[in-house]
């Protein structure tokens, strides 16, 4: 079983949208939770990170996590173009700096 | 400031040579990873370092694999006998603080493409 499973799309959202990716996560233990981006040929980028139940918001992008139910979600407001990448999410384990990735959702918008 | 970087960019090699892929984290940052990274998926752990001390080794995926940061900053990923199973992107990342919580978020290098022939 996968530690850290996300659905792998392609996920295709009109622009000016919002676009929701979801990641859910089986150590109940985890602490720390990331979200990547990742153009395609590039490096992960990280977009967001959230160690407390609830929602976090940065600009157009929102984490919400929920323990009790082991799931992160990010969701992405005003989607444009540029936003279409895979997104990766992370989890860290709870003793250690060791973080798991998912396997990534690709994100489509469009025009 | 400068990011993580790591060299070479792209390493071709025979099967059977040996390779060192080295990375230089951000200045500060105590924490050094290495990942692999196979198209389509995401980054895979293989080992991590606090400090100079090997902290998790259990990603590496045989024994043919090693890494060291002897002086707790630049690291390399040493990869014995080849195999072309081992073509990958290899990355690394660093993150300013250990454990679980604030400071642990981890920011990447450009990676190194590994091809074996």
Same mark, same amino acid.
């Given at each position: 079983?996968?530690? &850290?499973?996300?659905?792998?799309?392609?996920?295709?959202?009109?622009?000016? *949208?919002i *676009?929701?990716?979801?990641c859910?996560y089986? +150590?109940?233990g985890?602490?720390?939770?990331?979200?990547?981006?990742?153009?395609s040929?590039?490096s992960?980028e990280?977009?967001?990170f959230?160690?407390s139940?609830? +929602?976090?918001? +940065?600009?157009?992008?929102? *984490?919400?996590?929920?323990? !009790?139910?082991?799931? &992160?979600s990010?969701?992405?407001?005003d989607?444009?173009?540029? +936003?279409? !990448?895979?997104?990766?999410c !992370?989890?860290?384990?709870?003793? !250690?700096?060791?973080? #798991?990735?998912?396997?990534?959702?690709?994100?489509? #918008?469009?025009? | 400031?400068?990011?993580?970087?790591?060299?070479?960019? @792209?390493?071709?090699t025979?099967?059977?040579?040996?390779?060192?892929?080295? /990375?230089?984290?951000?200045?500060?940052?105590?924490? %050094?990873?290495?990942?692999r990274?196979a198209?389509?998926?995401?980054?895979?752990f293989l080992?991590y370092? $606090? @400090?100079?001390?090997?902290?998790?080794?259990?990603? %590496?995926? $045989?024994?043919?694999?090693?890494?060291?940061?002897?002086?707790?900053?630049?690291?390399?990923?040493?990869?014995?006998?080849?195999?072309?199973?081992?073509?990958?992107?290899?990355? /690394?990342?660093?993150?300013?603080?250990?454990?679980?919580?604030g400071? $642990?978020?981890?920011?990447?290098?450009?990676?190194?493409? %590994?091809?074996?022939?």
């Amino acid at each position: 079983q996968k530690e &850290v499973e996300q659905n792998s799309g392609p996920l295709s959202v009109p622009e000016g *949208a919002i *676009a929701s990716l979801n990641c859910t996560y089986s +150590d109940r233990g985890s602490q720390s939770f990331f979200w990547y981006r990742q153009y395609s040929g590039k490096s992960p980028e990280l977009i967001m990170f959230i160690y407390s139940n609830g +929602d976090k918001e +940065d600009g157009r992008f929102t *984490a919400q996590l929920n323990k !009790a139910s082991q799931y &992160v979600s990010l969701l992405i407001r005003d989607s444009q173009p540029s +936003d279409s !990448a895979t997104y990766l999410c !992370a989890v860290g384990y709870s003793s !250690a700096s060791k973080i #798991i990735f998912g396997s990534g959702t690709r994100l489509s #918008i469009r025009p | 400031g400068a990011g993580v970087s790591q060299s070479p960019r @792209y390493k071709v090699t025979k099967r059977g040579q040996d390779v060192a892929l080295r /990375c230089d984290p951000i200045s500060g940052h105590v924490s %050094l990873y290495w990942y692999r990274q196979a198209l389509g998926q995401g980054p895979e752990f293989l080992t991590y370092f $606090n @400090y100079e001390a090997q902290q998790d080794k259990s990603g %590496l995926p $045989n024994d043919r694999f090693s890494a060291e940061r002897p002086e707790g900053s630049i690291s390399t990923l040493t990869i014995q006998r080849t195999e072309q199973r081992d073509s990958a992107m290899y990355r /690394c990342a660093s993150s300013l603080a250990e454990g679980s919580g604030g400071g $642990n978020e981890q920011f990447f290098g450009p990676g190194t493409r %590994l091809t074996v022939l």
